[in-house]
């Protein structure tokens, strides 16, 4: 047996041949072996019993998998709008001259690779990167030669600088969710109050759901607890992949038990007996502090059989890694990713809490929103609600980032004014905020009194600043690029609307846009958002729809011409055609001199 079937064998075992584990053993492949080679895959499949082309389609699905060699070394620099607003475009030159090598091409020696990824939930601390899916942050020149020396020698990433990887929570406000809970208090007082008392306070609370759409809490537990059928799960989103957010990595981070006692809490009110945390890829340096945190609750009582001593409530956790995929943040991609298929969207009904993983009733909800279980559990429904607005009820985290002095995560109460938010963060002359990420809304200085709550902008939290030397088509840019990249393909209006957006933007950065593009961007926008199949394809072109509608001198000084210019000259395409055949003759020429 060689080495790498070793591998492949030793995976297979410890994941007990579950097919539905599969992201999960092509991973841990991976972190082995650097890539997944085409006989890697056929082991793979024929241990587990499946087709090949299974294998293939979750290797290409996801960002973060290779089927072709990356180095041993895998450089992804992030490159968010905040990243490229720190200087990220120079870092990377930089790197790549000191390493001789061209955007994603391997080094002669198979060390290293450097290429670009989406946002990596570091904004407020970047430019940031990813080596082997290990978060490195606040980058300068010095940092990359470093780097550069340590590819150099071969040094394994656990003996570079500690510092390499220290990541903050910079937390800068505080409410009531940022704040540590004593073990097993939320979980004792949720059993006082028994099922039914529980899920009266949680509708009671009126808690709608922080990653973004704002469905009732309680409304979502109660659908799962009455579908039909014994068994039924708990998924809690960390899949954070929205540009600019990264609240949930500070919950994850330093307020665990809050998350996962909350699960342990919407599992005793649901019925269910197993629980994932979809970790996203970028993530990569909290898995192994978040697995000893589960497994101090499971031998503290806090999970497993019969928790905190009340029998019949049995639960328990597992973490189940993403490997880059936006799209998994989707709630039903994300049970197909837990499925082990590619994370695509689903068709809707049946909803998630009548038929989740694998057909049973689901709950996925997002790390913010479990982890107020916890506070619900305490206080009580009406206390929780009266904090906030009567629509939007208690606090919201928020991850600041871009030009201001302090960025960070802050806790408001809903009803906070974007005015208020700027003023604690240190912005100054604010010319817009993009709120919610890509998928989000541009307000201007003229809306800066209007408020955090769903009643008028709802957001998962991002909250992205531009100051007055910041290009606002620079920005529309990047979202275009990054909705690009991250359609999943499956439905066209999406995977085509999406390239054509890039493209259109690509083309007026270069000088060579008119005013027809412009108007078909405004197009494009609104047949995307009635056409596609989820989220992504729908809110695909707000940026640059509200970019255009509140920017618009940002895109007319690029414009080459009132009417129509094609992408391509066509008879200067056709001259290497004609050295080939060697004509030149007239009929050789779309156009001829008179």
Not at 563 to 581: G, K, M, N, S
Request: net charge neutral.
């Amino acid at each position: 047996m060689s080495a790498n079937s070793d591998v492949v064998s030793r995976v297979i075992e410890r994941r007990k041949s579950d097919p539905t584990q599969l992201l999960q053993m092509l991973r841990e492949i991976q972190e082995e072996l650097d890539w997944i080679a085409p006989e890697t895959a056929r082991e793979l499949a024929a241990g587990l019993g499946v087709p090949i082309t299974r294998i293939q389609s979750v290797v290409q699905f996801h960002s973060f998998l290779y089927d072709k060699p990356r180095g041993r070394y895998r450089v992804l620099f992030s490159d968010n709008i905040t990243d490229r607003m720190l200087g990220n475009a120079a870092l990377v030159d930089h790197m790549l001259k000191r390493l001789k090598l061209r955007r994603g091409q391997v080094s002669a020696d198979g060390a290293v690779s450097v290429d670009l990824t989406s946002c990596t939930g570091m904004c407020d601390q970047g430019p940031a990167m990813l080596v082997n899916n290990f978060a490195i942050t606040r980058l300068t020149l010095r940092r990359i030669d470093e780097i550069c020396d340590l590819t150099r020698i071969g040094a394994p990433l656990r003996e570079w600088p500690a510092e390499f990887f220290r990541v903050e929570d910079q937390i800068r406000r505080r409410e009531t969710l940022l704040t540590s809970l004593e073990p097993g208090v939320a979980l004792d007082a949720a059993i006082a109050r028994g099922r039914q008392g529980m899920m009266d306070e949680m509708k009671r609370s009126h808690l709608r759901g922080r990653g973004g759409a704002g469905f009732p809490t309680g409304t979502k537990f109660e659908g799962a607890r009455n579908a039909p059928g014994a068994q039924r799960y708990i998924v809690c989103n960390a899949d954070e992949g929205e540009p600019g957010t990264f609240k949930d990595r500070v919950l994850l981070n330093s307020f665990s038990t809050r998350v996962l006692e909350g699960m342990t809490i919407a599992s005793y009110v649901v019925g269910a007996t197993k629980g994932f945390i979809y970790l996203r890829g970028e993530y990569r340096h909290l898995h192994e502090q978040l697995q000893r945190d589960i497994d101090v609750m499971r031998a503290s009582g806090r999970l497993g059989t019969s928790i905190r001593g009340a029998s019949g409530f049995d639960f328990d956790i597992e973490i189940h890694m993403g490997a880059g995929g936006y799209i998994c943040g989707e709630g039903t991609a994300m049970i197909e990713s837990l499925e082990g298929k590619p994370g695509r969207p689903r068709v809707r009904p049946p909803s998630m809490v009548e038929v989740g993983y694998l057909g049973k009733p689901t709950v996925v909800d997002n790390v913010e929103t479990l982890a107020h279980c916890t506070e619900i559990a305490i206080e009580g429904g009406a206390s929780f609600a009266k904090r906030g607005t009567k629509t939007s009820t208690g606090t919201k985290l928020i991850s600041i980032s871009g030009d201001c002095e302090r960025p960070g995560v802050y806790e408001y109460q809903f009803g906070v004014t974007i005015g208020r938010i700027l003023e604690d963060c240190g912005a100054r002359a604010t010319t817009a905020v993009q709120i919610g990420g890509a998928s989000g809304v541009l307000v201007t200085p003229d809306e800066f009194s209007r408020r955090i709550a769903f009643e008028d902008i709802p957001t998962a939290g991002a909250f992205m600043i531009f100051g007055p030397d910041q290009d606002l088509f620079d920005a529309a840019r990047n979202f275009a690029h990054f909705f690009a990249h991250e359609s999943c393909g499956f439905c066209t209006p999406c995977r085509v609307g999406t390239a054509i957006q890039r493209n259109i933007m690509d083309k007026i950065a270069e000088g060579r846009g008119s005013r027809y593009e412009v108007n078909d961007l405004m197009r494009l926008a609104d047949f995307m958002k009635k056409n596609s199949h989820c989220g992504l394809g729908e809110t695909a072109g707000n940026a640059v729809r509200d970019t255009l509608n509140k920017f618009r001198p940002a895109f007319e000084r690029r414009l080459h011409a009132r009417d129509f210019v094609p992408a391509i000259d066509l008879e200067t395409a056709l001259e290497p055609a004609r050295r080939i055949t060697g004509r030149d003759d007239a009929d050789a020429h779309l156009v001829t001199e008179a």
